[in-house]
């Protein structure tokens, strides 16, 4: 069994400056690719969980997301960091559908592909929906990024690079 790690997009990988569609307005945050080096050199598969609901909501298209995710994964290409799987959900949320976050259905299709170590995972997000999803999903180890209040994480920084830095001192707790 792999462990993992699953990452939210927006407000972890990228600024969130609100239904995020173009190459433009992409913008990683500081101290990403080295927090995603430091889950690597320890052995984690990546993957990433993302509700981009302004597919269904007519914002932008799911060609501008894939367009706008071949540019990210490039990007992380060049920096060796290899994303097993992105699993996004282009639904609205009043489709009630059964991938958006904090629904299991992401999580349930990787789970479907890959034999991971739920126990000895992580997920990080910036909302309570991504912390909710790894409760829901069993993730054992949670990190919320931001300065709004998220209940239940196992930790919470304000931004990418103090996590960064907290892992990096703290090592053996991952």
Not at 70 to 75: A, C, G, I, P, T
Not at 151 to 169: M, Q
Request: glycine share 6%; net charge negative.
């Amino acid at each position: 069994m792999q462990k993992a790690l699953f990452l939210d997009r927006d407000g972890v990988i990228n600024i969130d400056y609100g239904y995020v569609s173009k190459i433009e307005d992409f913008q990683f945050t500081e101290g990403i690719f080295e927090l995603l080096r430091l889950f690597l050199d320890r052995g984690y598969m990546l993957f990433i969980v993302t509700n981009q609901s302004g597919i269904g909501r007519g914002y932008y298209t799911k060609e501008d997301f894939l367009t706008l995710t071949s540019y990210m994964l490039d990007e992380f290409k060049k920096r060796e960091i290899e994303i097993a799987s992105i699993e996004y959900c282009p639904h609205a949320p009043e489709e009630r559908c059964s991938c958006r976050k904090p629904a299991t259905g992401m999580v349930d299709n990787i789970l479907a592909k890959y034999k991971i170590d739920l126990d000895n995972s992580w997920l990080i997000g910036d909302k309570q929906s991504d912390i909710d999803l790894a409760h829901n999903a069993k993730i054992a180890h949670t990190i919320a990024i931001g300065e709004r209040k998220i209940e239940n994480a196992t930790y919470a920084f304000r931004t990418i690079w103090d996590c960064k830095l907290f892992l990096e001192k703290n090592n053996g707790i991952f």
